[in-house]
């Protein structure tokens, strides 16, 4: 089995391929820009695709005789998505749209579909289960939840086996540092770890110490960026195996606030972090957890890194290896 990954050199892509590269599997990377970090450069064929380029893509497909594809339909952030929210859409959608033709046209079998829990908005009941209404309160969010009804609905028909996954906040490096997220700062850890390092010289900011939790802060699922690839390539073995279509939360059903989270960066670093206060953000709910019992159960799926400090201890280490600004 051949196995596309999409987006493959964004932070979750790298991770993707670095986690398929160590189990053996044949993985080939499509982008539309971009280069593949040293550890993954000459050891995976990348190739460049316009996002809107289906026929090329269908090319290559075929080409490679694709059998699986794991998509990551785009790398926004919710701040961003709240500033351009067409670009949002036009991205998330376009990407995938020309993904499913492609695979169609190639006869592909299965597709692992990398969402996010922002598709749930503000939910009524934590830790949140799957089948909570989707209820987004940004335009990331509701272009994720577009995308996964697209991905639903086109992929039956097709004969295509799908799994679609929420994953919740994504952090950390790989533990071996052969990638992480590079780049300036889009999320909480990755701000405080370049803190930490000197890399910024600027006060963290906290959007919100306001909010109904226990220390006033938000409250997030974190969860360590190889753990995440881990999950999606568990869900691409599940529908090789025969099973059944899955809309599954990729988490670790606990909270960390942003307290904790600065907390940890402080015990890891043993470096004081200048904090201040800033208002809420537009689009950030106060809580998210996932009901992780039904990855876990259908894909028999466990994490290895299920601990903040791991996950801080891995992407300070990646910003004192590579400065964390360079693109990747």
Same mark, same amino acid.
Not at 234 to 249: Q, T, Y
């Given at each position: 089995?051949?196995?596309?990954?999409? %987006?493959?050199?964004?932070?979750?892509?790298?991770?993707?391929?670095?986690?398929?590269?160590?189990?053996?599997?044949?993985? $080939?990377?499509?982008?539309?820009?971009?280069?593949? &970090?040293?550890?993954?450069?000459?050891?995976?064929?990348?190739?460049?695709?316009?996002?809107?380029?289906?026929?090329?893509?269908?090319?290559?497909?075929?080409?490679?005789?694709?059998?699986?594809?794991?998509?990551?339909?785009?790398?926004?952030?919710?701040?961003?998505?709240?500033?351009?929210?067409?670009?949002?859409?036009?991205?998330?959608?376009?990407?995938?749209?020309?993904?499913?033709?492609?695979?169609?046209?190639?006869?592909?079998?299965?597709?692992?579909?990398?969402?996010?829990?922002?598709?749930?908005?503000?939910?009524?009941?934590?830790?949140?289960?799957?089948?909570?209404?989707?209820?987004?309160?940004?335009?990331?969010?509701?272009?994720?939840?577009?995308?996964?009804?697209?991905?639903?609905?086109?992929?039956?028909?097709?004969?295509?086996?799908?799994?679609?996954?929420?994953?919740?906040?994504?952090?950390?490096?790989?533990?071996?540092?052969?990638?992480?997220?590079?780049?300036?700062?889009?999320?909480?850890?990755?701000?405080?770890?370049?803190?930490?390092?000197? $890399?910024?010289?600027?006060?963290?900011?906290?959007?919100?110490?306001?909010?109904?939790?226990?220390?006033?802060?938000?409250?997030?699922?974190? $969860?360590?960026?190889? *753990?995440?690839?881990?999950?999606?390539?568990?869900?691409?073995?599940?529908?090789?195996?025969?099973?059944?279509?899955?809309?599954?939360?990729?988490?670790?059903?606990?909270?960390?606030?942003?307290?904790?989270?600065?907390?940890?960066?402080?015990?890891?670093? %043993?470096?004081?972090?200048?904090?201040?206060?800033?208002?809420?953000? &537009?689009?950030? &709910?106060?809580?998210?957890?996932?009901?992780?019992?039904?990855?876990?159960?259908?894909?028999?799926?466990?994490?290895?890194?299920?601990?903040? *400090?791991?996950?801080?201890?891995?992407?300070?280490?990646?910003?004192?290896?590579?400065? %964390?600004?360079?693109?990747?």
């Amino acid at each position: 089995m051949t196995i596309a990954v999409t %987006g493959a050199t964004g932070y979750l892509g790298t991770h993707m391929l670095l986690c398929l590269m160590d189990r053996g599997e044949d993985a $080939i990377g499509f982008a539309a820009e971009g280069e593949l &970090p040293p550890a993954l450069a000459g050891k995976v064929t990348l190739e460049t695709v316009a996002l809107d380029d289906s026929a090329t893509l269908s090319a290559k497909f075929s080409e490679h005789r694709i059998t699986g594809i794991i998509h990551f339909a785009g790398d926004g952030t919710i701040p961003a998505s709240l500033i351009d929210p067409l670009k949002e859409y036009e991205r998330t959608l376009v990407a995938t749209l020309t993904m499913l033709r492609a695979a169609s046209n190639a006869r592909c079998e299965h597709v692992v579909f990398s969402s996010t829990a922002s598709v749930y908005g503000v939910p009524d009941r934590m830790p949140i289960r799957e089948e909570t209404p989707l209820n987004s309160i940004s335009p990331y969010g509701a272009a994720m939840a577009m995308a996964e009804r697209i991905v639903t609905d086109s992929c039956r028909p097709a004969c295509l086996s799908t799994a679609i996954l929420r994953y919740f906040n994504v952090a950390g490096a790989d533990p071996k540092l052969r990638a992480g997220e590079a780049g300036h700062p889009r999320h909480l850890i990755k701000a405080a770890a370049q803190i930490a390092t000197g $890399i910024l010289d600027e006060p963290l900011k906290i959007y919100g110490d306001d909010y109904d939790t226990p220390d006033g802060t938000a409250i997030r699922d974190y $969860i360590h960026v190889s *753990d995440m690839a881990e999950a999606h390539a568990a869900a691409l073995d599940h529908l090789v195996r025969g099973g059944d279509p899955v809309i599954l939360n990729c988490g670790y059903g606990e909270g960390v606030s942003v307290r904790d989270v600065i907390e940890a960066v402080q015990r890891v670093s %043993g470096e004081k972090l200048d904090t201040m206060a800033s208002p809420r953000r &537009p689009g950030d &709910p106060p809580i998210l957890i996932a009901d992780t019992a039904a990855i876990r159960s259908v894909l028999g799926w466990s994490p290895r890194y299920d601990d903040i *400090d791991q996950i801080v201890r891995t992407a300070i280490e990646w910003e004192k290896k590579d400065g %964390g600004l360079a693109p990747q």
